[in-house]
């Protein structure tokens, strides 16, 4: 196991330093047209997403550290109430509360209610880039996220029982199991650090729409926003492609908080957790600027003509695992090309990353939930689509 362990690691290896060496040609050596939207693309994702990432696990990491976050201890406590806890745990930014949720349900602590519940009402990483981008939407979608979540959970554990679907099989040693691989990228936090600083407060004056370039004085002729959000995409890039742990780090798959002892720990793992958003999200910005630029297609008059059939197009899509795809939809949506009904049901529709431990732990129960999740997605993004736009 070890070894297949090694060479998957090695895999992923390979294909960051291949994804990082397509990003460095695409920012230095391509024609400039090219070169600019790429960088102020990465510069955008970085400014007004992954800045308010960093800040909001910083937050919620610290929070889950002060208060000493013990889940088991926390559902035996109020069994009653698994549906709307799991679906609670869902609707918080990122995948890590789904991700709780799939694990504890696998151990026996949570019901197949509370997996529909969970998929539900989660939005994956999509979730900080709308929260930055637009938070009363984002807090809207939440609530009905909530809701929907927590109704469709109860109604299947009704129908079908608090155990349907679940196997004795426990979560297994492999996916605990660490591979010990050289970091690199150690020394690079603290620049990391260093950018956040000046990026965040950057974030915030887009964010009132102020023109922050001139906060620099002479130095604004430069596009000194433009390059500091750049010099944070790119080495937030550089550092997931060398970095081992390049994933979520908020849980492991037996269902526990990771180790939050100490600052050094803490730290890394809100850059780690960043570093990975970032990625998707510099993804989908640099796709669908590329796509503008090298097409000319004027995507806003194809998706009138289709747009009877974007929410559905949208919830199909929210089938797909991972949160790469549910992030190009959102930026559909903010970019004004896709409605809001789109959105709503994708949000719904969508598992984001905890469908790739749900399959691999539970496969059956993940198919039939996430086919679950998409009935309410239709009937509410379809609901908004006639009643509301």
Request: hydrophobic letters at 50%; one cysteine or more.
């Amino acid at each position: 196991m070890q070894k297949i362990l090694n060479s998957k690691y090695q895999f992923k290896a390979h294909y960051r330093l291949l994804l990082l060496l397509g990003l460095t040609g695409l920012c230095f050596f391509s024609p400039e047209n090219i070169t600019e939207v790429v960088r102020a693309s990465m510069a955008d994702a970085y400014v007004a997403v992954s800045t308010f990432v960093a800040i909001t696990l910083g937050l919620f990491y610290t929070l889950e550290h002060v208060l000493k976050l013990d889940t088991d201890k926390f559902l035996n406590k109020y069994p009653k109430l698994h549906v709307p806890i799991a679906a609670l745990m869902g609707a918080m930014p990122g995948c890590g509360g789904a991700i709780i949720v799939i694990t504890q349900y696998v151990s026996g602590r949570l019901g197949f209610g509370s997996v529909v519940a969970v998929l539900t009402s989660t939005m994956g990483d999509a979730a900080f880039l709308m929260l930055a981008r637009e938070p009363k939407t984002a807090l809207m979608i939440y609530a009905m996220s909530l809701i929907v979540g927590t109704i469709s959970g109860y109604i299947v554990e009704r129908i079908h029982g608090r155990d349907f679907l679940r196997s004795e099989r426990k979560t297994k040693q492999e996916f605990e199991d660490k591979v010990e691989l050289p970091n690199v990228t150690d020394s690079l936090k603290y620049i990391w650090a260093l950018i956040l600083i000046p990026g965040f407060a950057l974030g915030i004056g887009n964010a009132f729409q102020a023109d922050t370039n001139l906060w620099f004085g002479g130095l604004g002729a430069h596009d000194p926003t433009l390059w500091i959000g750049f010099c944070g995409a790119f080495l937030s890039f550089f550092m997931w492609s060398f970095n081992p742990n390049a994933g979520p780090s908020i849980v492991n798959l037996s269902g526990k908080m990771t180790e939050t002892k100490g600052l050094g720990v803490h730290f890394e793992r809100v850059v780690i957790d960043t570093n990975f958003v970032t990625v998707w999200v510099i993804f989908a910005f640099v796709a669908f600027e590329l796509l503008l630029l090298l097409t000319g297609i004027n995507l806003e008059n194809v998706f009138k003509v289709w747009a009877p059939l974007l929410p559905m197009m949208a919830v199909l899509i929210g089938f797909i695992p991972g949160c790469g795809p549910q992030i190009l939809v959102t930026t559909f949506y903010l970019n004004g090309l896709i409605p809001l009904s789109a959105q709503i049901g994708n949000a719904i529709s969508n598992d984001g990353d905890a469908l790739f431990p749900a399959i691999a732990l539970a496969p059956r129960a993940a198919l039939l939930a996430t086919i679950y999740t998409a009935i309410p997605a239709i009937f509410v993004a379809y609901g908004w689509y006639f009643l509301m736009e």
